[in-house]
C-alpha cells in the first residue's frame, strides 16, 4: 500500500480545518443537510409539486456538490470554471506557436518527374 503524505513548507498552502475537515468539505456536508431538510418538509407538510420543488433543490445540490468536492485537471470545480470563463470571455490575440519555424523554398514544392498525378496515394 502507498501513502502519498504532502508536507509544505509554506504554512499559507495548509488548509484551515472546521470539527476536522476542510471548509469545502464543510460546506458539501452542510448542502447536504439542508437539501435533505427541505426535501422531509416537502414531503411531510408542504406537498408541492415535484417539478417545481424538488428537481431544482436537487439541481443546485449536484452543482454546490461539484464545485466543492470535485477536482479537475487538479483544479476545484468553481476554480477551474472560473479561469475557463475568464478565458474565453477575455478578449486576446493568442497565435499559434511551435517550437520551431521553418522556412520553405519555392523548389520545395516542384513535383518530383517520378510522381505522376494518377498514381495511387499508398
Known amino acids: 500500500m502507498n501513502f502519498n503524505v504532502r508536507v509544505y513548507k509554506d504554512g499559507s498552502k ?3 480545518k472546521v470539527c476536522g475537515m476542510t471548509f469545502r468539505q464543510f460546506l458539501a456536508l452542510l448542502m447536504i443537510f439542508l437539501a435533505t ?7 411531510f407538510m408542504l406537498h408541492i409539486n415535484e417539478v417545481l420543488y424538488n428537481i431544482p433543490i436537487l439541481l443546485l445540490l449536484f452543482v454546490g456538490l461539484f464545485m466543492t468536492l470535485f477536482k479537475l485537471k487538479g483544479l476545484t470545480g ?5 479561469l475557463k470563463w475568464k478565458y474565453m470571455t477575455t478578449p ?5 506557436q511551435t517550437e520551431r519555424v521553418l522556412k520553405y523554398e519555392h523548389k520545395e514544392f516542384i513535383q518530383s518527374k517520378k510522381v ?3 498514381d495511387p496515394f499508398i
Open 37 to 43: 431538510c427541505l426535501l422531509m418538509l416537502n414531503s
Open 78 to 82: 468553481d476554480k477551474y470554471f472560473k
Open 116 to 118: 505522376k498525378e494518377t
Open 14 to 16: 495548509i488548509h484551515a
Open 92 to 96: 486576446k490575440i493568442r497565435t499559434y
